[in-house]
């Protein structure tokens, strides 16, 4: 039993912004109000300094499991997003097996039971994710699947990727996603093309290759009805506005993410050889950035998503040119994202409250946690203000592939209530 001091309560689906008395009680929120009295066991903590806000939702995770456990598994990314502030994730279906079987789902939901975080498995596109003959989606759709993709693989034929819109139709709620990348112009890629791909000598990924796929995508998606279609990790400003166009036109079920490390880098970060800004996509120029924090600004962007990557040490460890793509996310999310979008003016704290927690979930047909009493309590705590130093040692996923370990960033993580539990940040 936890009674929060003083709390900002911030709900913006809601219309909920006030401070309060904030009452946790065996997993429900039993009291909000003014100078509560503490029950008697009560834990009473000064909370004036925090917002509890619907507990966030990465909806780009990678679990790794099944397959590559030695970078992750199911209990240690749920520790990581614990720990970061989510109290749920979409698992990405990029495992080994690929998570194109029921099996494969049903195994994920048994091994994530009783966690603090939600796991919520999304599925391949197509088998084996080869981008030829679809997945089962009816079968996967029941055991509660939601997001269909290849991520990390893009369906490059466009008859299957509208195969898979007007298969899709058939199931409420089932929203088709893309890891937007034309692998013809990327091949052996290693950064950004451009001229920082240049100086270094390189091999480049042009934005193009992205925005290629971006486009062709929304055309099939309108050509088929207007299907739920969402870009995973966009990255180029080409792309910003075609999804602002898309949107503009009357494209309404169209939506996108975008992850800190493309609003916070550029490909400059990759001139010292470090692996750990070696991702896919890559980290594009100061022109892109820029448009993508104006596509924050005039409400283009719907999501912040991760796209936590985990890899050993030694696989990061090698030629830059060798090197997997991607970098841990969960644990600085909330603060990189504080520091470079709600402190630098370009977002309210409202609204990403809206962008980590509400439309994740609204996309993914998920219910949007209440804060309000008698309501089962999935919040997220955080210290928006609070300056701290990202230190990888305090993290809790099995990979330390960061740039950013020893920043410091203003707004951290407190704690997250879910599932009955509240566990408190670690960082």
């Not at 039993?1 to 809601?14: D, E, S, T, W």
């Not at 929304?218 to 966009?234: D, E, K, L, T, W």
Request: hydrophobic content about 40%; overall charge negative; proline content about 6%.
């Amino acid at each position: 039993m936890i009674l929060f001091r003083n709390i900002r309560l911030l709900h913006p689906a809601q219309n909920l912004d006030r401070r309060a008395d904030l009452l946790i009680d065996s997993g429900v929120i039993r009291s909000i109000g003014e100078d509560l009295a503490p029950p008697d066991g009560a834990e009473v903590r000064d909370a004036s300094a925090w917002v509890a806000a619907p507990g966030f939702f990465d909806m780009h995770v990678h679990l790794r499991e099944p397959g590559a456990t030695h970078k992750e598994n199911i209990r240690t990314g749920c520790a990581s997003a614990a720990n970061g502030g989510f109290t749920g994730v979409c698992a990405m279906p990029n495992t080994t097996p690929a998570t194109d079987s029921v099996e494969v789902v049903q195994s994920i939901l048994w091994k994530s039971r009783g966690l603090p975080v939600d796991v919520l498995p999304s599925a391949a596109t197509t088998k084996g994710r080869k981008g030829e003959g679809l997945a089962p989606m009816g079968e996967l759709h029941e055991t509660g699947v939601r997001l269909f993709t290849d991520d990390g693989d893009c369906v490059e034929s466009s008859e299957v990727m509208r195969r898979a819109f007007e298969y899709a139709s058939m199931f409420d709620g089932a929203v088709i996603s893309q890891h937007c990348e034309d692998h013809t112009m990327t091949r052996g890629f290693a950064m950004n093309e451009g001229a920082t791909s240049t100086r270094l000598g390189l091999a480049g990924y042009p934005s193009v290759a992205e925005e290629l796929i971006i486009a062709r995508d929304i055309m099939i998606a309108n050509f088929c009805g207007g299907r739920p279609y969402h870009v995973s990790h966009m990255s180029t400003g080409g792309g910003v506005d075609l999804v602002r166009r898309a949107k503009a036109g009357g494209r309404t079920n169209i939506t996108c993410e975008v992850t800190p490390h493309h609003f916070v880098l550029t490909d400059e970060a990759v001139a010292a050889y470090d692996t750990n800004a070696k991702m896919n996509p890559p980290l594009r120029t100061p022109a892109d950035v820029e448009a993508i924090l104006e596509g924050f600004r005039d409400g283009t962007i719907d999501v912040i998503a991760t796209d936590h990557a985990p890899h050993a040490l030694a696989e990061k460890e090698v030629e830059f040119q060798n090197a997997p793509n991607g970098i841990i996310g969960l644990e600085t999310s909330i603060g990189l994202s504080c520091t470079h979008l709600v402190h630098a003016g370009v977002v309210s704290l409202g609204r990403l409250v809206e962008l980590m927690a509400i439309n994740p979930r609204a996309i993914l047909s998920q219910p949007i946690p209440a804060i309000e009493e008698g309501a089962a309590a999935n919040l997220t705590i955080f210290a928006p203000d609070e300056e701290w130093t990202v230190d990888t040692a305090k993290f809790k996923t099995m990979s330390l592939n960061t740039p950013f370990n020893g920043w410091t960033l203003k707004g951290k993580p407190v704690a997250i209530a879910n599932n009955g539990s509240v566990v408190w940040s670690e960082l």
